[in-house]
């Protein structure tokens, strides 16, 4: 029979500690929804009383399967359990589980707290049992307790069985600092359940400082643990937190976990979980990292030649699991490396068969090194590529022509008499015989100019007749430039990434010396590849 392993999520609470993360109420609600519906047990909502959106996510929290808890800390010494109001309003919150944090370190009950080890551990017994005496489920956080056990081994064992003797149903373990690692971690954790707190009572929650935060929470499952704590992609103050982006498909997928564990994730809600990755970033405004485990764009990329032909014979040559698993795809990038192996297989996940041998592979290889050589990156642009290799088949039909654009900027004074750049773009399409002209500002609701690339993109985006409603759901995600060559002469490389409403994204590449063209060129590959998708869908 396998043991049940819980997952608890603090994204909410602990994530939002990442320098430049503030979650408001409805993006609140929203991660909730998305980790209620990847199968976490646990959802940590915030610290309530620790401010306002705090404390008004609890009253408006969604219904979830998982245990949404409210996260505090344990009483202040000199007063009862019933009369500390920063508890009081932990309690108030109405969560069925509540979180405490207290100090299981010597040193940090002495320099941080000012008191006494007895009064702390009588804290902590007195906080949690007045949680259980409330009726709610009691976790207690001992914070520093990999460097308190290395100090004072006998004192941190101490302060978790006052928890675990007053009704506590977890007791988790936190590498606050995140310096501790997987071997101490393991050995710490063996011996913290050999005095008696037994491991289907014990989480583990660690820190990434050195890196080590998923290799440390394995190694405390490996010992005994049985939930872990974490956040999704990893969010967290300083280096952050146990990614469980990584960690639960590690578990699902990989022995002997899978055998040994039973978790609530399904296959399912496993399947979802790059868009799961991808709708936090995508909350945060941030760019995914391209090379994440699991659910990275490059996660299941191979460039090298060698390994696109052994890929073709069987995918497990060069990846550990089957990128669908978790929602993620293969990617065979394009570049001027890439031999005809490399080109058959992207040219296959497109959609396109091309035989061995086929004259037309030569002629796209040689377009493509030239066009390298001119400053395009296809490696980095899958869109462009599929697009460029269409056109050299005669398979990609002819959408829309633009007839031309225009792009002005001039300066002038905004409603807060504010001297302000504003940028205008022209273009002028023509789509079956007929001539559209749209005209856009990129001026923003205070007045502020967003740039004449921003411009463009909704000049280009706001009448394209028959296909407005393919393209009406997508958008910009992130913006690079690069100059490519120095001096007068100089090219500018733009690569555009975009997505959609299903979660889809898509990298597309322009290249010229002027970089409102090649941002352009990237804009119009970035519309042609969706609508070239998804009237393809539709046929």
């Known amino acids: 029979m396998k043991d049940r392993l819980y997952i608890y999520d603090t994204t909410l609470r602990d994530g939002q500690q990442t320098q430049g993360v503030q979650f408001s109420i409805e993006e609140k609600q929203a991660i909730a929804k998305a980790l209620d519906a990847l199968g976490v047990d646990y959802i940590e909502g915030g610290w309530p009383g620790a401010n306002p959106t705090d404390s008004a996510f609890f009253d408006a929290r969604p219904d979830t399967n998982a245990t949404f808890t409210a996260f505090g800390m344990t009483k202040r010494a000199g007063r009862s359990a019933e009369n500390d109001d920063v508890l009081a309003a932990v309690m108030n919150a109405g969560t069925p589980a509540v979180c405490l944090v207290g100090k299981s370190h010597d040193f940090h009950v002495s320099a941080a707290l000012g008191i006494s080890l007895d009064e702390n ?10 949680i259980v005496d409330q009726g709610r489920e009691a976790l207690f956080d001992a914070e520093h307790f990999f460097d308190g056990y290395k100090a004072n081994p006998d004192y941190a064992v101490q302060t978790l069985h006052a928890a675990l003797s007053a009704g506590a149903r977890w007791i988790v373990l936190c590498d606050t600092n995140g310096g501790t690692l997987p071997a101490e971690v393991f050995d710490i954790v063996t011996s913290v359940i050999a005095a008696g707190i037994p491991g289907d009572r014990l989480g583990i929650h660690t820190h990434n400082d050195t890196e080590n935060a998923v290799a440390n929470t394995l190694a405390a499952v490996d010992a005994g643990v049985r939930q872990i704590q974490g956040t999704l992609n990893g969010l967290g103050e300083r280096c952050g937190n146990a ?14 976990y899978c055998d040994q564990l039973d978790t609530r994730i399904s296959v399912t809600a496993l399947e979802n979980l790059t868009r799961t990755s991808r709708l936090l970033d995508d909350i945060l405004n941030r760019v995914p990292a391209r090379q994440a485990p699991y659910v990275g764009s490059a996660a299941f990329a191979h460039k090298a030649g060698l390994h696109a ?10 990846e550990h699991i089957d990128p669908a698993r978790v929602g993620n795809a293969r990617i065979i990038p394009m570049s001027n490396q890439a031999g005809q192996s490399n080109l058959i297989r992207r040219l296959s996940d497109a959609g396109i068969q091309v035989a061995k041998g086929d004259p037309a592979l030569g002629r796209i290889l040689d377009t493509i090194k030239t066009r390298e050589a001119d400053g395009y990156s296809y490696d980095t642009a899958q869109a462009s590529f599929e697009l460029l290799a269409r056109r050299e088949l005669g398979l990609l039909p002819n959408f829309f022509e633009v007839k031309r654009y225009r792009v002005t900027v001039e300066r002038r004074k905004n409603k807060y008499n504010k001297m302000v750049s504003l940028s205008e773009a022209v273009v002028v399409v023509k789509i079956d ?14 007045g502020s100019d967003r740039g004449p690339v921003n411009a463009l993109a909704k000049a280009l985006a706001k009448d394209l007749g028959p296909y407005q409603d393919i393209i009406d759901d997508m958008h910009l995600v992130d913006f690079k430039v ?19 409403s299903t979660g889809q994204r898509w990298a597309t590449v322009g290249v010229s010396p002027n970089i409102v063209d090649a941002s352009f060129e990237a804009l119009l590959d970035a519309i042609t590849w969706k609508i070239m998708r998804d009237t393809a869908k539709r046929a």
């Open 482 to 500: 690069r100059i490519t060559q120095g001096g007068t002469e100089a090219v500018t490389r733009v690569v555009i990434d975009s997505q959609d």
């Open 433 to 446: 015989g007929d001539k559209k002209l749209s005209v856009s500002e990129s001026m923003d609701e205070t």
């Open 309 to 318: 032909s052994a890929i073709l014979k069987d995918p497990t040559t060069y």
């Open 121 to 130: 551990v009588e804290n902590i017994r007195a906080s949690v049992a007045h």
């Open 243 to 256: 990614n469980l982006t990584s960690i639960i498909p590690t578990l699902f997928l990989k022995q002997p």
